[in-house]
Structures are given as C-alpha cells and as structure tokens.
C-alpha cells in the first residue's frame, strides 16, 4: 500500500479533497468537478494516482455525483461494509492508498446493474491523449 502520512496529505490536497479522502467526508451533490463531465479519458486516484474508472463507463445517475458502471480495474478498489448514518452501504476506497472514494450501490445500468457514487474530490482527470 502506497500511503503518504497524514501532513504529506494535508500539503498535497485541497481541503475538500482531504476531507473526503482521508475523513470519509462527502461532497455537497451537484457541486464536483466531475459530476457532470463527459470528456473521454480515465478518472484516477486523486492521492495515489490509481487508475480507478473510464469515461466509458460513466453514465448519468441523476444524484449529483460522478457515477460509473464498473471500475477500471476491480483490484483497484477495495469495497468495505458501511453501517455510518444509520444506513447499510458499501464503502469504496483506493486499494492502493486506502483513500475512500464513496460508495457502490445495486441500482446501476445493465449488465453489471453497479452505479459506484464517487466523489469528485476523491479524483483527477486524465484526457484520453494523455492516458499512458
């Protein structure tokens, strides 16, 4: 596992991106980055630079996130049980530096009917021209 320590994160990261990353904290709906970008590329770990998710499997959710249908590599992510809020969630986080991302959920489009809700702050941008 790839991890800074805690001031390394706070140096390197907006207060939103570290809240989110490293605090578990979500993002206001409608208001990322991301939430409604439709540009060709892969969307990466915005601590780690992990590949996370393609442009291709983004589709639009109507919740005001970033939603995709599968991740870009399944060992990239780890899922872990969520019972925060008096909810009962799946918890997405960077597999290789541990940052939480947001959350899978089982109402996404065919074939995998998977919608993982990312948060933008959690992600960077790499156009397709740029995808090594």
Not at 55 to 62: L, M, R, V, Y
Not at 92 to 117: E, I, K, M
Not at 120 to 128: G, I, K, N
């Amino acid at each position: 596992m790839n991890k800074k320590s805690d001031q390394q994160y706070k140096e390197s990261l907006s207060d939103i991106q570290y809240r989110v990353t490293r605090e578990a904290a979500t993002e206001r709906p409608f208001t990322g980055e991301y939430w409604d970008h439709w540009d060709d590329g892969r969307y990466s770990c915005i601590c780690c630079g992990t590949p996370l998710f393609q442009s291709s499997t983004k589709f639009d959710a109507g919740c005001g996130w970033p939603s995709y249908s599968t991740p870009d590599n399944n060992d990239a992510i780890t899922e872990i049980r969520d019972l925060s809020h008096g909810m009962v969630r799946t918890e997405v986080r960077c597999s290789n530096c541990d940052a939480h991302l947001g959350h899978v959920f089982d109402d996404g489009p065919q074939p995998t009917g998977l919608r993982y809700c990312i948060n933008s702050a959690s992600l960077r941008f790499e156009p397709s021209g740029n995808v090594k």
